[in-house]
Nanobody, 122 residues
Framework: QVQLVESGGGLVQAGGSLRLSCAAS????????MGWFRQVPGKEREFVAT???????HYADSVKGRFTISRDNAKNTVYLGMTRLKPEDTAVYYC????????????????WGQGTQVTVSS
């Protein structure tokens, strides 16, 4: 079992920056692929970024060049740095984990955090 707790969300003006954190516990964090997803009411959960256990990284086209995913295995934490934020980035952001591999779809992940709200005002 893996427990995930996100933090770092908040209200920011368009063009601003935030860094989300996701602290993991329960298993050997370094063996897990970690993903960030986001969801707005009435829409499906959307892939944002993923980092494999070997630090293979992929981004959604909508955030490429603005967001940065990273991990600190010593701290059992994955981060999502977000810059040049836009109102359309407003969503609840979730981190997710699955053992090994690289995954892009929500139903491929086994463990989820509770989410953190990011609101970007225009």
């Amino acid at each position: 079992q893996v427990q995930l707790v996100e933090s770092g969300g908040g209200l920011v003006q368009a063009g601003g920056s935030l860094r989300l954190s996701c602290a993991a516990s329960g298993r050997t964090f370094s063996n897990y692929a970690m993903g960030w997803f986001r969801q707005v009411p009435g829409k499906e959960r959307e892939f944002v970024a993923t980092i494999s256990w070997g630090s293979n990284i992929h981004y959604a086209d909508s955030v490429k060049g603005r967001f940065t995913i990273s991990r600190d295995n010593a701290k059992n934490t994955v981060y999502l740095g977000m810059t040049r934020l836009k109102p359309e980035d407003t969503a609840v952001y979730y981190c997710a984990a699955r053992y090994s591999g690289t995954y892009y779809l929500p139903n491929e992940y086994d463990y989820w955090g509770q989410g953190t709200q990011v609101t970007v005002s225009s």
